[in-house]
C-alpha cells in the first residue's frame, strides 16, 4: 500500500505563487513510490473535483488542463518520493483543496490516476 501526504496549501493572494508537495510512502517493501505516476485533483466551492495535471512515474510524461496551462508546472524528485505543484500567477478559481493520487499506469487525461489518494491540502486564493 501507498500513502500520500499533500503539504503545502495555504492562503495567498491573487497573482501569488504556491509550491504543493506530494509525499509518496509505501509500508511493503516491494510497493517503489517511484514507479507510479501521480496526479494533482482539486475540488472547488461547490464544484466536482476536476484533475489538474499529471506525471508519468519516469516524470518524462506530464499533462495539465487548459485552465493551468503555462501557469503551473508539475515535477517530481524520486529520490525523494515526492511530487511537487509549483502554481503560478494564482487566481480565485483555483481556489479548493488539492489532492495528489498514484497508479501503477500513467493516463493521458490524468482522470484514472486514482488508485491511491491523499487526505488533501487547502488553497485559498483572495484578496
Known amino acids: 500500500q501507498l500513502q500520500l501526504r499533500e503539504s503545502g496549501g495555504g492562503l495567498v493572494r491573487p497573482g501569488e505563487s504556491l509550491t504543493l508537495s506530494c509525499t509518496i510512502s509505501?509500508?511493503?517493501?516491494?510497493?517503489?513510490?517511484?514507479?507510479?505516476?501521480v496526479g494533482w485533483l482539486r475540488q472547488g466551492p461547490g464544484k466536482e473535483r476536476e484533475a489538474v495535471s499529471c506525471?508519468?512515474?519516469?516524470?518524462?510524461?506530464?499533462k495539465y488542463t487548459d485552465s493551468v496551462e503555462g501557469r503551473f508546472v508539475i515535477s517530481r524528485d524520486n529520490a525523494e518520493n515526492t511530487v511537487y505543484l509549483q502554481m503560478d500567477r494564482l487566481e480565485a478559481e483555483d481556489a479548493g483543496v488539492y489532492y495528489c493520487?498514484?497508479?501503477?499506469?500513467?493516463?493521458?487525461?490524468?482522470?484514472?490516476?486514482?488508485?491511491?489518494w491523499g487526505q488533501g491540502t487547502q488553497v485559498t486564493v483572495s484578496s
Open positions: 506525471i508519468s512515474a519516469g516524470g518524462s510524461r506530464t
Open positions: 509505501g509500508r511493503n517493501y516491494r510497493f517503489n513510490p517511484g514507479h507510479y505516476a
Open positions: 493520487a498514484a497508479d501503477a499506469l500513467y493516463d493521458e487525461s490524468c482522470v484514472k490516476i486514482d488508485d491511491y
